[in-house]
């Protein structure tokens, strides 16, 4: 079902022009607002998010996991279903922070002309930044709402840390939805939407997700190392298991980092594309 247009207010060209450089502010409420509206009556693709991860998890963690038994975590033994679950938590918040941020921004970019028609009011390029990665983060937390709750079920949380596991998702969400947003804007066409899948799917895959960083030799360690979806497992790894120690503050600064970097090169893309 396609998006319904909200009527907007026009706002004269030198006050658009005077927003260009904005990082956004309250105005973005008003673009997450109108997306709220605009998927009240789809909400089973909002749900769809969540059904992939919950699948892995009851197939591998639960299925391959009464064969593996248990495996090393911070040199402790712990069962293979509670080892891959917070992993899981971590890839349900990065899968809705990209889709939302890259797929729908696309169409609303290049098709929908939304970005065309909000710019014509008080809101700046900015705003449209910080609205969209906004509610990215929404889509994406409510996907770790869900999840965490299956966790909560199915007995896979072991430390009291994790009730710190939401914020943290939020967090991830936050960071894939500034990097996806900013990767958007330079997409020509749906064709290149293969290197979203071509990056995103090997992360799936490679960051620890279903297995111990250990087993890499150490070269493909340092490579893994760096990709931002294993600091989010690591972080909500830590959390969920009780291995927690001042190491994980590193996950945490490079996941700001890199969605606060998303938002500002998305921000002055949208302004360069919309408002030249």
Excluded at 65 to 79: H, I, R, S
Excluded at 224 to 249: E, F, H, K, M, N
Aim: glycine share 10%; proline share 5%.
């Amino acid at each position: 079902m396609s998006e319904q247009p909200l009527p907007l207010r026009i706002l004269p060209a030198p006050l658009l022009l005077a927003r260009r450089g904005s990082l956004g502010g309250r105005g973005s409420a008003h673009l997450i607002e109108r997306h709220a509206r605009a998927y009240r009556r789809t909400w089973l693709v909002l749900a769809s998010g969540f059904v992939e991860p919950l699948f892995y998890l009851l197939s591998i963690g639960v299925g391959i996991g009464e064969l593996v038994g248990k495996v090393k975590f911070d040199g402790q033994p712990v069962g293979f279903t509670s080892f891959v679950a917070p992993a899981l938590l971590a890839t349900s918040a990065m899968n809705g922070a990209i889709f939302d941020s890259t797929y729908n921004i696309f169409f609303r970019l290049k098709y929908a002309k939304l970005y065309d028609a909000v710019l014509a009011t008080p809101l700046g390029a900015g705003d449209v930044a910080l609205g969209e990665i906004g509610w990215a983060l929404i889509r994406g937390g409510l996907y770790a709402c869900a999840f965490m709750v299956v966790m909560l079920a199915m007995g896979l949380v072991h430390s009291a840390w994790a009730a710190l596991a939401i914020p943290v998702a939020l967090l991830i969400g936050f960071a894939f939805a500034g990097a996806g947003m900013a990767a958007t804007t330079f997409i020509r066409s749906w064709q290149d939407f293969e290197y979203v899948t071509l990056t995103t799917l090997p992360m799936f895959l490679f960051s620890t997700t279903f297995y111990p960083l250990s087993v890499y030799p150490r070269p493909i360690q340092l490579v893994v190392d760096c990709t931002p979806l294993y600091q989010g497992i690591a972080l909500l790894r830590g959390l969920s298991l009780g291995v927690v120690g001042p190491g994980l503050l590193w996950h945490v600064l490079y996941l700001a980092v890199m969605g606060a970097a998303g938002l500002a090169v998305a921000s002055r893309r949208i302004s360069r594309l919309l408002l030249r």
